[in-house]
């Protein structure tokens, strides 16, 4: 894999968005921002405070996290088929000296870009209400990279193995709503039995709503940054070797 060639994968998915970027920004802000409304404002009425912080505060900084992670997945699961099955993007790419695993680096560089656009988009909006306790929120920009490149991996994955587009509905049915739910955005896992806080332990969105909420509040969640670390490089391969294979066999 080169860098350069990867980098210029990355510069067309980018020129791409410049010209699309009004219509697709708004269905990714306005979304977690209705979140952050209905439930802040709404069950924040009758739910005042969790572990001493007012239910809007606690909230906020997870759907930083999960903006990022809806972001990073739509794009990597949805606009990769797209562009490998539909557009054919992927043949007139590889047609250029751009090999398929430069072809694979850069969907997911991308993939992880959009993840940081829409959840530092989000930060702002959490910070200029007030939302937020310590302006160490700022070092959360790097994580959300790191965060957003895991859903990437996985969603390349998914978008690799998927035999037809429909096939995504179970992965975001089966996958990416139990963890946008029990990943602890919401209520904290321990309320829940044991057993569900183990398996949400092992799940990447987990980890970055607790980088997430730490940074606004003031604190480095060591951890949670080394387990986020750890396993964007266990699963780094598998999106290189399952898209290739994908398109050798046609």
Known sequence: MKLKRAFRVWQRHFTV??????SSIVLNFVEPVLYLVALGLGLGAFVKEINGVPYIKYIAPGIVASSAMFAASFECTYGTYVRMTYQRTFDAILATPVGIDDLV??????????????GTTI?????????VES???VFLVPFLFVGALIFAEVAVISAALAPGIDTFNYYYTLFMTPMFLFSGIFFPIESFPPL?????????????VNIS??????????????WLLAATAIIAPY???????????G
């Open 17 to 22: 968005y410049t010209k699309l970027y009004k």
């Open 105 to 118: 680096a850069g969907e997911l560089m991308w993939g992880a870009t959009k993840g940081i656009i829409y």
């Open 123 to 131: 930060m702002i909006v959490i910070s200029a209400f007030g939302l």
């Open 135 to 137: 302006p160490m929120i």
């Open 196 to 208: 569900v806080a183990k398996i949400a332990f092992f799940t990447p969105l987990y980890h970055l």
């Open 213 to 226: 909420r730490s940074f606004a509040n003031g604190s480095i969640p060591a951890g949670d940054i080394l």
């Open 239 to 249: 999106p290189f070797r399952l898209m290739r294979r994908r398109i050798l066999r």
